[in-house]
């Protein structure tokens, strides 16, 4: 295990500059996860760290050593890919141990190494099959043991789970979570799905544009992000955005309100109030209804569409009209040209 440590990291391709000046800590143990939209330069940082991508400008360290001229394989961090990229002609086992070939490490350790893992993922059984033999989440499986046997400082993952049906994203999220709590491991995870983020990590990192826009706890980003663009990326469904001229004028508005404000509410802070409370109100577009909740998609008199999270379906239908409140430390104020945190 180590810590990872990335200094004004940078990264251009001829004069384009996609990575612009990154600063990371990293600790040791820490499951930690890089999301964004796609282009935001989550995974060139990762492959930064693997050796994959040449560095252009800045740092990166594994524990105590700076690796930007230090090869992949000397590394000591382990990478599972998104596409699996197992050998289709060699059995789950000779998967797991080539790696460990190549190092010339002795036989019997290899095979200790590799039962040990297998036992871990729960595929031991699946050892002597062909990887065209195996479900898309038994081949995730067989592919994190191949990392799980190197033995890594650092577990380097690159969307893991994107090619992977619904529930078995589900399942094998949490059998990467278990694995984590088992090794103790320092784990990286790019993904540009926010619920996995959420759910997985114990720090995220948010991208744009090759920077950083904030790092914290999954709850810290929830409850407080640093801006618009993570307010509406961290949550699901994304955080409603209202105008001044949207408000009805209810009390329970922030005082910071101004009329150069966004002001943010997430669908499940919206609450179904009477008229004399109300701070916005809509009419029904749609409703979805997705048993223990629905999801009423509104629109107010100005154009603006928001969203209501509530624990059963409205009382009144389509083209129907409904007034919401919520709860002033609920609320969240940005800057409408900066979209900076008021």
Do not use: W
């Amino acid at each position: 295990m180590a810590n990872v440590t990335i200094r004004g990291v940078r990264k251009s391709y001829g004069d384009v500059q996609v990575m612009h000046g990154v600063d990371l800590d990293i600790d040791d143990g820490e499951f930690v996860v890089f999301v964004g939209p796609s282009g935001c330069g989550k995974s060139t940082l990762l492959r930064m760290i693997a050796g994959l991508e040449d560095i252009s400008d800045g740092t990166v360290s594994i524990g105590d050593r700076v690796v930007n001229d230090v090869a992949p394989s000397k590394r000591e961090v382990a990478m599972v890919f998104q596409t699996y990229a197992l050998y289709p002609h060699m059995t789950v086992y000779k998967n797991m141990a080539f790696g460990l070939k190549q190092a010339k490490t002795p036989q019997d350790e290899i095979d200790r190494r590799v039962r040990a893992a297998a036992e871990v993922l729960q595929i031991t059984d699946y050892l002597e099959r062909s990887p065209r033999n195996l479900s898309g989440g038994q081949r995730q499986r067989v592919a994190i043991g191949r990392a799980i046997v190197r033995d890594p400082e650092v577990f380097l993952f690159d969307e893991p789970l994107s090619n992977l049906d619904a529930s078995l994203r589900v399942q094998t999220r949490l059998e990467i979570a278990r694995l984590h709590r088992r090794l103790g491991s320092t784990m990286i995870y790019v993904t540009h799905d926010q619920v996995e983020a959420m759910t997985l990590a114990d720090k995220i990192v948010v991208l744009r544009d090759g920077r950083v826009e904030q790092v914290g706890s999954p709850i810290d980003l929830y409850e407080r992000p640093a801006n618009s663009f993570v307010a509406q990326f961290i949550g699901s469904p994304k955080m409603n955005f209202f105008s001044n001229t949207d408000a009805l004028g209810g009390t329970g508005l922030p005082s910071t309100v101004s009329d150069a404000s966004l002001i943010g509410i997430r669908p499940e802070h919206l609450e179904v109030c009477e008229t004399k409370d109300a701070l916005f109100a809509g009419k029904i577009e749609l409703i979805e209804q997705l048993g223990e909740y629905a999801l009423v998609h509104m629109v107010t008199s100005n154009g603006t569409e928001f969203i209501a999270k509530t624990d059963k379906p409205p009382s009144v239908g389509v083209d129907g009209s409904l007034r919401f409140k919520a709860q002033s430390e609920l609320i969240h104020v940005f800057d409408a040209d900066s979209g900076l945190r008021v």
